[in-house]
């Protein structure tokens, strides 16, 4: 019985890493610059994720899935769900996915050149103009906590 279960944790742990995994998938030896059009933005936890349409080698569209904080780490930090209200074309930074069309992005820049700051930014790259970056310090009240507020700093 326990080879068993150790088997089965074996084979079912590999899944729930992958399920939620750590921001170490990506590459953070070079910040990458992609571009496109932002087609979607889901503003819930665990993640704020955006997706952002491109052009690929081929000529074909390729979409990218780029991950941030949770939402009150991004709110909390001065970035609200109404700058993405108009989508558009946008420039995107941050590590890219050796394995995948994904990117930890950490900077956005928006059609009407308001750069947003997210997830590890070193600061802004194109614009003066720009919202994000905070470090929020003060404490939130416990009753403000959540599975997801548990997992932060």
């Known amino acids: 019985m ?3 279960t150790f088997i089965l944790a074996l084979a079912v742990v590999p899944m729930v890493v992958r399920a939620h995994h750590s921001s170490a998938e990506y590459d953070r030896s070079a910040i990458h610059e992609i571009e496109g059009e932002l087609v979607a933005v889901r503003w819930r936890n665990p993640h704020v994720m955006f997706t952002l349409r491109t052009v690929g080698p081929n000529g074909q569209a ?16 001065g970035v609200q769900e109404s700058l993405f209200a108009g ?8 590590w890219r996915s050796p394995d995948r069309t994904a990117m930890r992005v950490t900077n ?9 700051l997210l997830t590890g930014v070193i600061g802004n790259r194109w614009s003066e103009d720009f919202s994000g970056g905070r470090l929020a310090g003060e404490r939130v009240d416990r009753a403000d906590r959540d599975l997801y507020r548990i997992w932060s700093i």
């Open 87 to 94: 989508g558009g074309h946008v420039i995107a930074a941050g």
């Open 2 to 4: 326990k080879l068993a």
């Open 108 to 116: 956005l820049l928006l059609p009407n050149g308001e750069e947003i």
């Open 62 to 77: 390729q979409d990218w899935e780029l991950e941030s904080s949770a939402v009150y780490v991004v709110e909390r930090s």
